[in-house]
């Protein structure tokens, strides 16, 4: 008797079961995160094509450093565009954190919470014209400011990157970027003896605007 009531119990909850264990792989196999007012759509598309992002870097602590940075994947690496207002002039290390959090550290340091920098190869900290074993993947360099803002320097242009990318493994999507108050010497440890953080934002997936990659019009 016990076991035709276990035969009957199993067929009866056979089905539930097995929706549950499609549910839950569906949940671990869902490469979106945290989402920004998208729909669930519209990031999957994203996800798939993984071709553009942007971070919005906002000030930290008592800097007035703002402005945008746009990622866009081509067959020769990602193309990262910057606009960067209120900055001192000269130059200022530039680089892709570990963590998508720009708040403060744990010891209060503002943008402490991104981490170090981003670096899924364990490699040393170096140049962007590094190979693999000689450089963080986040380690983008600098980018130099120079008078033109209203409220500091500015700091505009482009750079083309062949180890960061948009999807896999060394993907920037939805960690930070930094800039830093000071220039990256591209060869101290751990991090280029860069200075304090002056501004991050996350990068975000998003919908690339029309006619990127088909304007070859320079930017100035
Ligand atoms: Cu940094
Ligand atoms: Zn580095």
């Known amino acids: 008797m016990p076991r035709a009531f276990l035969l009957l119990a199993c067929s009866l909850v056979a089905t539930a079961c097995a929706d549950e264990s499609e549910d839950y792989t569906q949940d671990s196999f869902d490469p979106i995160e945290a989402g920004d007012g998208s729909s669930e759509e519209e990031m999957t598309a994203f996800t798939q094509n993984a071709s553009y992002a ?3 870097l906002d000030p930290l602590g008592e800097s007035a450093a703002t402005g945008t940075v746009t990622f866009t994947q081509t067959e020769d690496g990602v193309v990262v565009e910057y606009d960067l207002v209120g900055l ?3 130059e200022h290390g530039f680089h892709v954190h570990q963590n998508g959090d720009c708040g403060r550290g744990d010891d209060g340091t503002p943008g402490g919470a991104a981490g170090g920098h981003f670096n899924p190869l364990d490699a040393p900290h170096g140049a962007p014209s590094d190979d693999r074993d000689g450089r963080h993947v986040g380690d983008l360099g600098n980018v130099t400011s120079e008078a033109g ?3 500091g320097g500015v700091a505009r242009g482009q750079k083309t990157d062949s180890m960061i990318s948009l999807s896999g493994p060394t993907s920037i999507v939805g960690r930070a970027l930094v800039l830093h108050q000071g220039q990256d010497d591209l060869s101290s440890q751990p991090s280029g003896d860069a200075g304090d953080r ?5 990068i975000e997936l998003a919908a690339p605007p029309a006619g990127v990659g088909t304007d070859s ?3 100035d």
Do not use: K, M, S
């Not at 002056?198 to 996350?202: F, P, Q, R, Y």
């Open 88 to 90: 001192e002039l000269g």
């Open 217 to 219: 019009t320079p930017r």
């Open 198 to 202: 002056i501004a991050c934002g996350v």
């Open 54 to 56: 942007t971070a919005r």
């Open 149 to 151: 803002g209203t409220t």
